[in-house]
């Protein structure tokens, strides 16, 4: 998937940035701090919280993280007084002020219906899905919407075909788990299933139209008198 924005496009499959239309080479770090900021913008990303995503377990100065942002607004063509691309949240953190959109992506499948039977729940909510691609995030442009801070703008894909359902992570920052397993690759579901997109519980609910409808028939005794 492709994010432009400013003169910028990130070819996150990759893990590349190119300005103006040319490759500018990015360190693991730098990378990976502009890809959480564009993952979680507007939304304002704590410096403690970067510090843990970009050295877990380790502990390192406040001029380690401040530097690495001055780099990358140098590689962007940012700079502290503008901001027009990584915004200071002074003493609390940073935020991407862009706005993204994404390139290269295929216009979503033309919905057929809600497929019969097939829905999530989440909150309380029923959601139902349809035939073909529904694809779920917290982005509007998603056929499910998620809005949670966990929940990537597109964090995963249902497919549901005649006789199942499958689900495939889309790169997500907080990952897609099946009954608690991670998910690589993609799995097929079954009924009562339950689905994590990021700290977000779904449960998925199958019910074949096929199935037969138990009818029970009273029969009352007759007594006859002539007995």
Known sequence: MKLAFVDCVLDRAARQLSRGGKVVPLEPKMYQLLEVLIERHPAVITN????????????????????LVSELRAVLGDSPRSATIIRTVYKTGYSFAAEVKEVGVP????????????????????????????????GAECSIVIDAATVSRRHAKFVV?????????????????????????????????????????LTLR???????????????LLVRGDL
């Open 107 to 138: 216009p979503p499948a033309i919905a057929q219906g809600p497929a019969a039977g097939v829905s999530l729940v989440w909150e309380g909510q029923l959601i139902h899905l349809s035939h073909g691609e529904n694809i779920v995030g917290r």
């Open 206 to 220: 199958m019910r074949k139209p096929q199935a037969l409808t138990t009818v029970i028939v009273r029969r009352e």
């Open 161 to 201: 075909a005649a006789d199942s359902v499958t689900l495939e992570d889309l790169e997500s920052a907080n990952g897609t788990r099946v009954n608690q397993a991670s998910i690589s690759a993609p799995a097929v579901l079954k009924h009562g299933d339950e689905i994590s997109l990021g700290e977000e519980r």
């Open 48 to 67: 403690a919280e970067l510090d843990e995503l970009l050295w877990p377990k380790v502990y390192v100065a406040r001029t380690s993280l401040t530097r």
